[in-house]
């Protein structure tokens, strides 16, 4: 049995670390569709496409049909991220490194630039055809390992292979049959807010590198000139959920047997565990943290 989840949602909605957790507790392959597209926006910077992009559509299609895609997930050495857990208080996220034509662009495609065209670019229906070969393609090669749970006694509760996919379209238009489908949600604000923490990160760690190679540093940890506010990403956000919502291949919708999960108010370890319990009880295992 190949069990599916399909994790949709807007922006910054916390999809693609969620979507990691799950699939690295129960030992199955994870895909980043969002990361996808982001590829091919690089693409677009990176060959001048960006200024007249609807000029350029079928030549960014087939830079798209003939690029090489990656998405790995560093497996913890320790599979239970619960053990992990138990000890430190908080889940500890699986790092992704994706690779586009073997180049590790995993910091590249998260840039503001990035940020500011990914919408365009996944909004046209050619580009959405291109991405949707990736996907599959990538889905059925992923890492589908079968795992084994001790149940009560002497039973042991076989875990089948499986993916699991965040995006936006996955439930409604890459896997409509998945056999779990989660609509993860939150305002707009927390997602600004988290955004925001994303990139500040990246750049503290950029900065660090750099001043560890130059063997100095100035010991200045404040944003960059430019660097956009947490209300400024909250407003892209709100533009890039209206572009999803009404562009016309694809659109973000909820699917009608998808369950949805407001995690606003949510602890990333809640929102984790409710959806592995969730993807449990869809392959006849017993519930493992209600008690957590």
């Known amino acids: ?33 969002g990361s996808i597209y982001r590829c ?45 857990a138990a000890k430190t208080g ?83 238009t890459v896997f409509p049959n998945a056999e779990l489908k989660i609509y993860l949600d939150a305002s707009a604000m927390a997602r600004a807010i988290r955004r925001w923490d994303e990139m500040n990160s990246q750049w503290k760690k950029k900065q660090t590198e750099e001043a560890a190679g130059k063997q100095e540093s100035k010991g200045d940890s404040s944003v960059p000139v430019g660097y956009p506010s947490v209300e400024d990403i909250a407003r892209e956000l709100e533009q890039r959920d209206y572009a999803d919502i009404n562009r016309q291949h694809s659109p973000l919708r909820i699917a009608p047997d998808a369950v949805v999960i407001d995690n606003t108010n949510l602890t990333f370890e809640q929102q984790v565990y409710s959806i592995t319990d969730l993807a449990r009880e869809r392959m006849g295992l017993q519930r493992k943290y209600d008690d957590i």
């Open 1 to 33: 049995m190949h069990f599916t989840i399909a994790i949709d949602g807007p922006a910054a909605s916390g999809k693609s670390s969620t979507a990691r957790a799950v699939a690295q507790e129960l030992g199955f392959g994870y895909i980043d569709s």
């Open 40 to 84: 091919a926006t690089l693409l677009a910077l990176r060959n001048n496409m960006a200024g007249d992009i609807d000029e350029h559509w079928p030549d960014l299609i087939n830079l798209i049909g003939k690029a090489g895609v990656e998405i790995k997930i560093q497996s913890s050495s320790n599979h239970s991220l619960s053990a992990v």
């Open 90 to 172: 908080r889940l500890v996220v699986p790092n992704v490194q994706v690779l586009l034509d073997g180049e590790d662009v995993s910091n590249d495609i998260r840039t503001p630039e990035v940020n500011r065209l990914v919408a365009k670019v996944a909004s046209d229906g050619g580009v959405r055809s291109a991405v949707l070969d990736i996907q599959r393609s990538l889905a059925a090669s992923a890492d589908t390992k079968v795992t084994e749970t001790q149940g009560s006694g002497k039973e042991s509760n076989a875990i089948p292979g499986g993916v699991v996919m965040d995006g936006r379209d996955v439930g409604t």
